[in-house]
């Protein structure tokens, strides 16, 4: 699975949107893009996956270059328990859903 | 709202002594995983099970670690003897993976804190 590379730490005001990029240089064609993130103490969540386009759900929106090189996750608006662990998490299609977790970017919201 | 459990939520143990964790899936769902997150090392998955079948379980250090489903609704996770370094959170996850293909969204329960002296 391609190697991904996410800055270790970000801030953000509550209410504002929440910008978490993630390099993948190396994905392949048949390789989806996933977003998991862990509140302290808690169990990975998912939050979102994409292959080429764009994604959207409740919780976030997924922003995929065309390239497909790096990726963005957004969260709107940002919320004091949206502070998390995030995963940006390369997973291969053929695969059998194997996640393979780095370290992740550690999403702290200010009041 | 359907979820992950297991149990024990906290253990402490003594080294030498056996460990057995268990997980109850999802209902409905056949795949399930086993994870070990330490601060060093991160999450790393050590065993995978799809409709109660074993298929991988390269991340399992063999000699002191077992993972069974007995049944579908019950995966367990056995360490004999267990060691300091295996003080971790282990967290189980299911999923649901149709015929031939792959899961697409893992669920996580809240994890089991072990710690052995």
């Known amino acids: 699975d391609a190697k991904t590379t996410q800055p270790p730490s970000m801030d953000c005001a509550e209410g504002r949107a929440a910008n978490l990029p993630c390099n993948h240089s190396?994905?392949?064609?048949?390789?989806?893009v996933y977003w998991y993130r862990q509140i302290h103490s808690q169990g990975p969540q998912y939050i979102i996956h994409?292959?080429?386009n764009n994604e959207t759900n409740e919780m976030a929106s997924l922003i995929i270059t065309e390239d497909r090189k790096s990726s963005t996750l957004i969260l709107p608006h940002a919320t004091l328990r949206d502070t998390a662990v995030y995963y940006c998490?390369?997973?291969?299609?053929?695969?059998?859903?194997?996640?393979?977790f780095g370290q992740g970017t550690i999403l702290t919201v200010h009041p | 709202d359907a979820r992950v459990t297991q149990t024990p939520r906290h253990k402490v143990t003594e080294m030498g002594q056996e460990v057995t964790m268990r997980c109850q899936p999802i209902?409905?769902?056949?795949?399930v995983f086993w994870y070990r997150q330490t601060m060093m090392q991160g999450l790393e998955l050590l065993a995978y099970?799809?409709?109660?079948?074993?298929?991988?379980d390269s991340g399992m250090p063999k000699d002191r670690f077992s993972a069974e489903m007995p049944d579908a609704t019950l995966a367990t996770l056995k360490i004999q003897p267990s060691e300091p370094r295996d003080s971790a959170v282990y967290f189980c996850?299911?999923?649901?993976?149709?015929?031939?293909?792959?899961?697409?969204?893992?669920?996580f329960g809240p994890g089991t804190r072990l710690t052995v002296l």
């Open positions: 209902l409905g769902h056949n795949t």
């Open positions: 099970f799809r409709n109660r079948a074993p298929l991988d």
């Open positions: 998490i390369v997973r291969s299609g053929t695969s059998y859903g194997k996640l393979t």
């Open positions: 994409g292959l080429k």
């Open positions: 190396t994905i392949s064609g048949n390789e989806y």
């Open positions: 996850a299911s999923g649901l993976t149709p015929d031939g293909g792959w899961t697409d969204t893992q669920y």
